[in-house]
């Protein structure tokens, strides 16, 4: 790794929390608030039931909020969607896009994903765009080129470290408690960093490449050390301040 970037912990609520999970939130925010935020970059992807709620609890703590999907337009006849225009209105400043449940449940494809990214760069959204391949994929020994053929078709042009983020999501360690190996992490995301530097030059560096799949407080430290790891998306262990806040804390 060439640079070190600022490490990025962004929480994935998933289809979970009512408003009672603000006082949560709240925790963050305070602790990113006394000091945190200083070092690491911290995230929260609640419900979009809750963005605006978030990004109002929140407030300048530099806990940061983000939707978990949007729409590839700005507004329209689309119900029951949701466009990064309205996340950015409700205070949120990044989107998830691309994440293996939403390929999986809606069949979302590369191309969709790339369009969802370009929508939340249209409206001012940094993209965590997710990536990562089935346990068959890895079983077959196509790991690389399943995440490979992913990048490709869902980053689109002109990305750079201020409006993408990468997560290397492998399909199987979501909500297993399994986790690669440190040295399959350390081979994903290297191949990951050359294949953007191929693409972007030199400037892809400041790409920051998260790795999600089941983190929790006791691997953090370990995932976090591998070379172009340069943060988490954390699933499961983010509902829980107490949880998310050691993660944050093996980061800084
Ligand atoms: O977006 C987050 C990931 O899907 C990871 O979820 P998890 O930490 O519950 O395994």
């Given at each position: 790794m060439t640079e070190k970037n600022t490490p990025l912990i962004a929480g994935n609520w998933k289809m979970n929390g009512l408003a009672t999970a603000l006082g949560e939130l709240r925790s963050m925010a305070e602790a990113a608030a006394g000091g945190l935020a200083a070092s690491v970059d911290l995230a929260i992807c609640p419900p979009a039931t809750l963005v605006a709620a978030a990004a109002a609890a929140a407030g300048d703590s530099g806990l940061s909020i983000g939707g978990q999907d949007c729409h590839?337009?700005?507004?329209?006849?689309?119900?029951g969607d949701i466009s990064a225009e309205m996340l950015a209105d409700s205070g949120a400043r990044w989107v998830i896009v691309g994440h293996s449940e939403r390929r999986a449940?809606?069949?979302?494809s590369d191309a969709l994903v790339r369009a969802k990214a370009e929508a939340a760069w249209r409206a001012g959204l940094i993209a965590i765009v997710c990536v990562g391949e089935t346990e068959a994929e890895r079983k077959a020994g196509k790991a690389l080129d399943v995440v490979g053929a992913q990048l490709a078709g869902s980053v689109p042009d002109g990305a750079d470290g201020a409006r993408l983020v990468v997560a290397y999501e492998p399909v199987w360690a979501i909500g297993t408690g399994l986790t690669p190996t440190v040295d399959d992490v350390a081979e994903m995301h290297s191949y990951m960093r050359k294949d953007l530097q191929g693409r972007f030059?030199?400037?892809?560096?400041?790409?920051r490449l998260l790795y999600g799949g089941s983190v929790k407080p006791g691997n953090a430290g370990e995932l976090l050390?591998?070379?172009?790891?340069?943060?988490a998306l954390v699933g499961g262990a983010s509902l829980k301040a107490s949880d998310f806040l050691a993660i944050a804390k093996a980061a800084g």
């Open positions: 590839t337009a700005a507004s329209g006849a689309h119900t449940d809606h069949g979302e030059g030199p400037s892809a560096a400041s790409i050390s591998v070379d172009n790891v340069d943060g």
